[in-house]
């Protein structure tokens, strides 16, 4: 038998916990559906208009859009280190299968850690360059994504939460190293033909 990744108390515990929400509220359901389904799109979306809002200058929060999508990136990096690092862990739906309300359809791979958590922690942690109000904004959008993958029984409880913890990191390194980031940063304000803010305005980053 495949040596596998342990499932906890906590875990078994919290995700019926939660994956029972499933079964009070249709509204709830699709709502985490589309949380958990379609998450890289909703950031997507958010990013674009960040980026795309008029005028096109440079700000903080286009600035915070480039921090954001590497450190997510570094983020789904070391999930993948780590996926290497330890063994296969069955997701709720393969595990409990009469017990698990599944939402939402997905392959039998290996549950440990979240991409998702730990991208959208990532994203929300990077976000914060543009300001503390965008940034609680996302970590409480990069939250909802995380519940939303136990509740859909795609996920244990321990998955986002390394996963979660994974994107604050990978957050706080490129936000600590963002100077090494600049030449990214100016080669895409210029390649989107985005314009310095005038000199009166100018502020120092």
């Known amino acids: 038998m495949t040596h596998q990744f342990p499932i906890t108390g906590f875990d078994k515990h919290w995700e019926l916990v ?28 958010i990013f674009l208009l960040l980026w795309f809002w008029p005028p096109l200058r440079e700000n903080r929060a ?26 296969y862990r069955p997701r709720p739906f393969v595990y409990e299968p009469h017990l698990i309300h599944q939402l939402v359809s997905h392959k039998r791979d290996t549950s440990f850690p979240s991409d998702h958590a730990a991208g959208s922690f990532g994203f929300a942690v990077g976000l914060f360059f543009a300001g503390a109000s965008d940034g609680i904004l996302a ?3 990069a939250a909802a994504v ?60």
């Open 18 to 45: 939660v994956n029972g929400w499933s079964r009070y509220s249709p509204l709830l359901n699709h709502l985490a559906i589309v949380l958990a389904k379609y998450a890289p799109e909703i950031w997507a979306v």
């Open 62 to 87: 286009r600035r915070a859009v480039v921090y954001a999508v590497v450190a997510g990136v570094l983020a789904l990096v070391i999930n993948v280190i780590l996926g290497h690092i330890f063994p």
């Open 139 to 141: 970590l409480i959008l």
């Open 146 to 205: 995380a519940i939303a993958r136990v509740f859909v029984g795609l996920h244990w409880p321990t998955d986002v939460i390394v996963g979660a913890a994974v994107g604050v990191v990978a957050g706080l390194i490129v936000l600590a190293l963002r100077g090494w980031l600049e030449w990214l940063v100016k080669l895409l304000f210029r390649i989107f033909g985005i314009r310095p803010e005038p000199r009166y305005r100018r502020r120092q980053w």
